[in-house]
């Protein structure tokens, strides 16, 4: 389930919101200037459909979303259980570690969630607002915006990923470790 969690930006146990209810979630994160949408969800999604025919899917969206042209890159982050890889354990926490500590981007970051699930820790001070974004959630995150993002100890998604330059996912990292204090995405849908 979608969810949001608005926090102190200093101290994690200061919940402000927690809300499953899509549309207080769409108001509050447009009230912060946060783009959130759902798309409809594809039916039939397994392991074994190719990143082509998810990508033709949503093509009409896709589109309307890219109107203006601005995304020249638009691919699909793919990350699944695979249990007949002793490595993907590993591959894995190494993908998970990439983004778990606060950066910023030069543009907008903008996923739309196909399937399975995903947390924006986005630092809004004084809060910190989660939004655990799961299958047809849009969402981006504008330019500049410090944040952070945790995949769980299990990732398991498919992502459409909208870049306007080729290195448009490289991250600014600030060095501060406030991601460490807050809850980790098993945590927060726990809860
Ligand atoms: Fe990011």
């Not at 994690?12 to 759902?38: C, K, N």
Request: hydrophobic share 40%; with cysteine.
């Amino acid at each position: 389930m979608t969810l949001l969690q608005i926090m102190a930006d200093d101290d994690a146990g200061e919940v402000r919101l927690r809300t499953g209810d899509a549309s207080v979630i769409g108001t509050e994160l447009a009230g912060r200037g946060i783009e959130f949408d759902r798309w409809p969800a594809m039916s039939g999604l397994g392991a074994h459909i190719p990143n082509e025919d998810i990508l033709a899917h949503y093509a009409d969206r896709i589109a309307e979303l890219n109107a203006d042209g601005r995304y020249r890159h638009i691919d699909l982050a793919r990350l699944q259980p695979d249990d007949a890889d002793p490595q993907w354990s590993a591959k894995a926490e190494a993908a998970r570690g990439k983004f778990l500590s606060e950066h910023r981007h030069a543009e907008d970051e903008v996923r739309f969630f196909v399937t399975g699930r995903g947390c924006f820790y986005l630092h809004l001070e004084p809060e910190v607002v989660a939004v655990v974004c799961e299958g047809g959630d849009l969402v981006s995150v504008p330019a500049g915006t410090r944040h952070w993002f945790d995949m769980g100890t299990r990732p398991d998604f498919v992502a459409v990923r909208f870049f306007e330059e080729e290195d448009g996912w490289i991250g600014d990292f600030t060095g501060d470790e406030i991601g460490a204090r807050f809850p980790a995405l098993d945590e927060l849908i726990a809860a």
